[in-house]
């Protein structure tokens, strides 16, 4: 038997390592939920549309490394709407950003002056012509199975 000595007395390494497990760990969400994103008001289905879910503002709205989750969505030709789920999302607050990327490059491509070239929207219809998104205009609070509408604008 491996003994180990814990506050100056002998111990069998299974009672320390019982011990070190009893400490608590930080709250989990009791019921992760569904978020559905609608992606409407695409000008073409050529493409896809780029879905990125954050938690913080941190890298809201352009730095999808920094969200919780990104998801590629398919335009449907037929009805120019696009739609992400993403499943087992704790409760919380987020914010989503989305923006079709027509020529399928993986970034948001933007004239000389750093207006979007391509369509791009944010919940709450946080998004406007002329200014980034911010995270408290775009964020909602999950609490259940939810959709959201993001309607692009270009």
Known sequence: MIRARFLG?????????????????????PNPATLTIHIINARNAKG?????????????????????????AKIDPQTLNA????SGVPQGTYAVMVFHDENN???LDKNMLGIPREGFG????????????VFDEAKFSLTSDQSVEVKLIY
């Open 48 to 72: 896809v549309m780029r879905v990125a879910l954050f938690h913080s503002p941190e890298g809201f709205p352009g730095d999808s490394s920094k969200a919780l989750r990104t998801q590629p």
């Open 83 to 86: 739609q992400a789920v993403f």
């Open 9 to 29: 007395k002998p111990m069998s390494l299974f009672l320390v390592l019982s011990l070190l497990c009893t400490v608590p760990l930080p709250a989990q969400s």
């Open 105 to 107: 490059d993986g970034k």
């Open 122 to 133: 944010a919940s709450n219809s946080a998004a406007k012509k002329m200014h980034a998104p």
